[in-house]
């Protein structure tokens, strides 16, 4: 079974900093991996994916994840935070269950960006 | 074009009640899939539907059951509520192109029973 992991439960940096958000993965096969945000009281908001191709993926709001498949992570990555990418950030994977794909998320990480 | 709403956002109910949730998805998306989210266990898969059939299910128990309809709106039902079911319960839709697929969230139905 695959297996997402996000080893922070907090991320705190201040505003005008890169932020990175770690992820790992643990799957059979090829990856196929999603962030998504979400903020008080919503829903989550896709971010951005990872299906093959170009390691670097780039995303809404100026978000960008890294892919490494020897060290089997995806990292979400920011050049500047802003106080308003303040949020909950999950990480996902798409597992083949028995007729279709479902998402198994990471534990969620949440980040603090301090003015 | 719209995105994936969800009715009603708040629900109060006492246990042993039940409980029914709303989903209208995209319009042009086909899959329906609901997902639990709680402070202690995350956001755990349900159950996943498609042209009005189930076609993946999480490890819930059977009170935990939806349909969807021909125009691809979803509906989860609740059956005997207990207090652990409190949580937050968000439906996602996407067109069905395989693993690669993005699924896209409604806002949620926040569920406390008390």
């Known amino acids: 079974a695959q297996s997402v992991a996000q080893p922070e439960d907090q991320v705190n940096v201040a505003e005008g900093n890169p932020l990175t958000v770690k992820c790992t993965y643990s799957?059979?096969?090829?990856?196929?991996l999603f962030w998504y945000v979400q903020y008080p009281n919503r829903g989550l908001q896709f971010l951005l994916k990872?299906?093959?191709?170009?390691?670097l993926v780039k995303g809404s709001y100026g978000f960008e994840a890294e892919f490494n498949k020897s060290q089997t992570s995806f990292h979400l990555k920011k050049p500047s935070a802003l106080v308003s990418d303040s949020a909950l950030y999950f990480c996902?994977?798409?597992?083949?269950?028995?007729?279709?794909?479902?998402?198994?998320f990471g534990k969620g990480t949440k980040l603090s960006v301090i003015p | 074009k719209a995105g994936v709403t969800q009715t009603p956002r708040y629900l109060i109910k006492t246990r042993g009640q039940q409980v029914t949730l709303s989903c209208s998805p995209i319009?042009?998306?086909?899959?329906v899939s609901w997902y639990q989210q709680t402070p202690g266990q995350g956001l755990q898969f349900l159950f996943e539907?498609?042209?009005?059939?189930?076609?993946n299910k999480g490890n819930f128990p059977g009170r935990f059951s939806g349909r969807q309809f021909s125009n691809s709106r979803s509906e989860m039902n609740v059956s005997t509520l207990e207090l652990g079911d409190s949580a937050l319960y968000l439906c996602?839709?996407?067109?069905?192109?395989?693993?690669?697929?993005?699924?896209?969230f409604g806002p949620g139905t926040r569920l406390t029973v008390l």
């Open positions: 990872y299906i093959t191709g170009d390691n």
């Open positions: 319009s042009g998306h086909r899959s």
């Open positions: 539907y498609f042209s009005e059939t189930q076609r």
């Open positions: 799957v059979s096969g090829n990856p196929y």
């Open positions: 996602a839709s996407s067109l069905d192109r395989g693993a690669a697929d993005t699924q896209y």
């Open positions: 996902a994977g798409a597992e083949r269950g028995a007729g279709s794909y479902q998402l198994t």
